[in-house]
T-cell receptor, first 112, second 117 residues
Framework: DAGVTQSPTHLIKTRGQQVTLRCSPK?????VSWYQQALGQGPQFIFQ???????QRGNFPDRFSGHQFPNYSSELNVNALLLGDSALYLC???????????FGPGTRLTVL | AQSVTQLDSQVPVFEEAPVELRCNYS??????LFWYVQYPNQGLQLLLK??????LVESINGFEAEFNKSQTSFHLRKPSVHISDTAEYFC???????????????FGQGTTLQVKP
């Protein structure tokens, strides 16, 4: 049983560009959450998707958007990249009836 | 709103010594509590969780944590650490179902456990 997978592993972009990160949840999970982890910090909640809709959102600007597909996989899009967007982006999946979130290995985004 | 404070940013300890990583939280509603571990260049792995019942919870690799409601703490302990326990440890809370913030985890800043030979 594959766990949560994310792609790509690493990504380098320049300021002003746009980026798309991808996440496939653990088998049987229908909920996907995205977190941003800056260097030396704890993860910060970006948003959560359930039934292809954004269910909850953290304190992130509209430049951060997402999508969930019918197979429960998800994308995180960031527009107009800033240097401060450099971070490890973590995807976590869970089942609607469970409390535990399972994390993927993350995508390391570097903005130059 | 909820917040989590991990009182130590770094904890150096010698191999086979005991260790305690401290975590305090603030919340206006009841919460679930979690400890996650992050090894270098990896994602987060759940170490243990408190949802209800006994306030002392244990993991399969010797860690334990005790929920103290009056002190709003959830400290992580291990009686004898190994070199392989060197990692970043994160305490997190999640509001109970029924409140408006049921989806997200709120993390502390993390504690780096450095086990020395």
């Amino acid at each position: 049983d594959a766990g949560v997978t994310q792609s790509p592993t690493h990504l380098i972009k320049t300021r002003g560009q746009q980026v798309t990160l991808r996440c496939s949840p653990k088998s049987g999970h229908d909920t996907v959450s995205w977190y941003q982890q800056a260097l030396g910090q704890g993860p910060q909640f970006i948003f959560q998707y359930y039934e292809e809709e954004e269910r909850q959102r953290g304190n992130f600007p509209d430049r951060f958007s997402g999508h969930q597909f019918p197979n429960y996989s998800s994308e995180l899009n960031v527009n107009a990249l800033l240097l401060g967007d450099s971070a490890l982006y973590l995807c976590a999946s869970s089942s609607g009836t469970a409390n535990e979130q399972f994390f993927g290995p993350g995508t390391r985004l570097t903005v130059l | 709103a909820q917040s989590v404070t991990q009182l130590d940013s770094q904890v150096p300890v010698f191999e086979e010594a005991p260790v305690e990583l401290r975590c305090n939280y603030s919340s206006s509603v009841s919460v679930y509590l979690f400890w996650y571990v992050q090894y270098p260049n990896q994602g987060l792995q759940l170490l243990l969780k408190y949802l209800s019942g006994s306030t002392l919870v244990e993991s399969i690799n010797g860690f334990e944590a005790e929920f103290n409601k009056s002190q709003t703490s959830f400290h992580l302990r291990k009686p004898s650490v190994h070199i392989s326990d060197t990692a970043e440890y994160f305490c997190a809370v999640r509001p109970l179902r029924g409140s408006s913030n049921t989806g997200k985890l709120i993390f502390g800043q993390g504690t780096t456990l450095q086990v020395k030979p």
